[in-house]
């Protein structure tokens, strides 16, 4: 591997998969939460005119952030191996194309479609996308089963039809949380392999995101290019944080206590930013704006900072196991709610109304987080994944 790139670990870093499956639990909780009456301001999602945000518009921005983490890694690990910059890029564009390509498809789930122009309920289509989404990516799939996966899509996207009369097709106005991660992905990427990781070039670009941003406002620009970029600078602020924390070539044999202080000083200094920021800016998740990125990024970065600290360096791993399933299997855990949603509304069936109230409605969303991150387990033993 070129001298140039950091020096990380090779080992698997239980850190990260602490952060992402805890992540996933607050995910399945606040999700399982959506259209619940009685229960908290602070757990629902802000509206689009309000200026702040909840514990439910964290979620995304810690997924971006726990993207950035892994990213150092992967890329440093391909880039080692004979060829590696063409099998570098090939991973980044194949796996930023199947979550652009699955986001996709849930985007058009939503809204906009036409069921009559398609001979078919928006609910069965969905499920079999997710259907072949699982012949096309699962771990356990042969050759034949990915090409009849790949067959079921191109058809499914052949039949989708929207707008009031029935013409229109698949609509890209955003590309849905997946495909937003998967964009915000593979620029990073980019710039992680242009900047050879190094932290001044990596900052810069965080700055520059921040800037399109706040440019693409004054020349009232393109919204939708301007939300990637703010995006990408969580994803950035990530590979940042875990550089901090365990670029080797930095370090010189030092012990932990010199990065947990770089990874809070990132930290305080993210969230200095965002305060100045949102001087001129509104904290919106739905505007994408950079207060509320970089708060975000504070708040991930501090938590992980901590997880280092509790996991690295004092060595406390045995509760991660209650995580671990999720962060070996993301794919699954995000998409298992979303295809028992979808196969409820395709039965007409519903939660009982009193598990979406009050103090109910809390424990069924924690005991259902819990029995999907179960569930995940036990797939896992058969291997039954998704992987990009």
């Not at 020096?7 to 995910?27: C, H, N, W, Y």
């Not at 999700?31 to 802000?46: E, R, V």
């Not at 010189?252 to 770089?262: E, F, V």
Request: aromatic share 12%.
């Amino acid at each position: 591997m070129p001298a140039t790139l950091p020096v990380l670990p090779r080992q698997r870093i239980f850190a990260i998969d602490a952060l992402r499956g805890l992540t996933f639990f607050v995910m399945l909780f606040v999700n399982c939460l959506s259209g619940a009456s009685g229960i908290p301001y602070g757990i629902q999602h802000m509206a689009a005119s309000v200026d702040g945000m909840s514990l439910a518009d964290v979620v995304f921005p810690a997924f971006l952030f726990v993207v950035g983490t892994s990213i150092p890694f992967s890329l440093n690990h391909r880039l080692a191996v004979e060829g590696g910059m063409r099998q570098t890029l090939w991973q980044i564009v194949t796996r930023a194309f199947g979550l652009i390509v699955i986001g996709l498809f849930m985007v058009n789930t939503e809204e906009g479609y036409n069921e009559a122009a398609m001979g078919i309920s928006i609910q069965l289509w969905a499920l079999c996308f997710y259907a072949a989404a699982m012949l096309v990516w699962g771990t356990r799939s042969h050759r034949v089963l990915r090409w009849l996966g790949a067959a079921v899509i191109v058809v499914l996207a052949l039949i989708y039809r929207s707008g009031p009369d029935g013409q229109g097709w698949m609509q890209t106005s955003w590309w849905g949380i997946l495909g937003c991660i998967g964009w915000a992905y593979l620029v990073s990427s980019l710039a992680y392999l242009a900047a050879r990781g190094r932290l001044p070039a990596l900052a810069l670009a965080i700055a520059a995101c921040v800037l399109w941003f706040i440019l693409s406002q004054a020349v009232d620009g393109n919204e939708v290019i301007a939300m990637h970029a703010t995006h990408i600078s969580i994803v950035l602020c990530g590979a940042l944080c875990v550089l901090l924390l365990f670029d080797g070539a930095r370090s010189h044999g030092r012990g932990g206590a010199p990065r947990l202080a770089a990874g809070t000083l990132l930290a305080l200094v993210l969230a200095l930013s965002a305060w100045l920021l949102h001087h001129y800016y509104p904290i919106s998740k739905i505007g994408a704006t950079p207060p509320w990125a970089l708060y975000c990024a504070a708040l991930c970065g501090a938590l992980f900072v901590l997880l280092y600290w509790l996991i690295e360096m004092r060595q406390l791993t045995r509760w991660t196991a209650l995580v671990q399933p999720a962060a070996a299997n993301p794919l699954v855990t995000y998409l298992l709610p979303v295809v028992l949603a979808t196969l409820m509304r395709y039965l007409h069936l519903r939660w009982w109304p009193v598990l979406m109230h009050g103090g109910a409605a809390i424990a069924f969303a924690l005991l259902f987080s819990a029995v999907v991150m179960a569930v995940v387990a036990v797939l896992n033993t058969y291997n039954l994944k998704l992987k990009l």
